[in-house]
T-cell receptor
């Protein structure tokens, strides 16, 4: 069965610190996709990144970076020089194939608090 | 490009009443999802449409919840009769591809339902 674990329920850091949000997944599919979404206090889920299982290259987008490691089934998200506007709940999600009935499986989310 | 539109944004009803939510996905998106998000939890898929056909409704409480997607575009989700535990945010999302697993889903702002 597919599963996504975000062990950190809540993280609080001071502005300008770097912070890493962990995501560990389980799947039997050989082809799958991993996603990160941001949910600010306004409530809308905002897409951040999609990564397929055949592409283990790390990705950097401004202050955001993602580390995908198939060997440890992890897809961690790092924010460098955090800002107050980064405060939100961040969700990791997994989309697979037949084993998951093509569903998008969500982690429980990590609430990130950036203090000024 | 217009995003996913949902209405109403907020709704308060008494238990045993009925309520309906409306969603207009991004133009051209084949896949439409309804999610229920209870406070502090990740989204839970209620139903997934591909065009106007149901792909997955395994977690939809069919004794009280119903959904339809007319002409493969707009969708409505109805609850009748509502229970206290239905209090949640109902999120609509859409994605471009056939099965929804290869491209990201775009979310509306959600409808916050409070059942009293």
């Amino acid at each position: 069965a597919q599963k996504v674990t975000q062990a950190q329920t809540e993280i609080s850091v001071v502005e300008k610190e770097d912070v890493t949000l962990d995501c560990v997944y389980e799947t039997r599919d050989t082809t799958y996709y991993l996603f990160w979404y941001k949910q600010p206090p306004s409530g809308e889920l905002v897409f951040l990144i999609r990564r397929n299982s055949f592409d283990e290259q790390n990705e950097i987008s401004g202050r955001y970076s993602w580390n995908f490691q198939k060997s440890t089934s992890s897809f961690n998200f790092t924010i460098t020089a955090s800002q107050v506007v980064d405060s939100a709940v961040y969700f990791c999600a997994l989309s697979g194939g037949l084993d998951s009935n093509y569903q998008l499986i969500w982690g429980a989310g990590t609430k990130l608090i950036i203090k000024p | 490009e217009a995003g996913v539109a949902q209405s109403p944004r907020y709704k308060i009803i008494e238990k045993r009443q009925s309520v309906a939510f409306w969603c207009n996905p991004i133009s051209g998106h084949a896949t439409l999802y309804w999610y229920q998000q209870i406070l502090g939890q990740g989204p839970k898929l209620l139903i997934q449409f591909q065009n106007n056909g149901v792909v997955d409704d395994s977690q939809l409480p069919k004794d009280r919840f119903s959904a339809e997607r007319l002409k493969g575009v707009d969708s409505t989700l109805k609850i009748q009769p509502a229970k206290l535990e239905d209090s949640a945010v109902y999120l609509c999302a859409s994605s471009l591809d056939r099965w929804g697993q290869y491209t990201e889903a775009f979310f509306g702002q959600g409808t916050r339902l409070t059942v009293v």
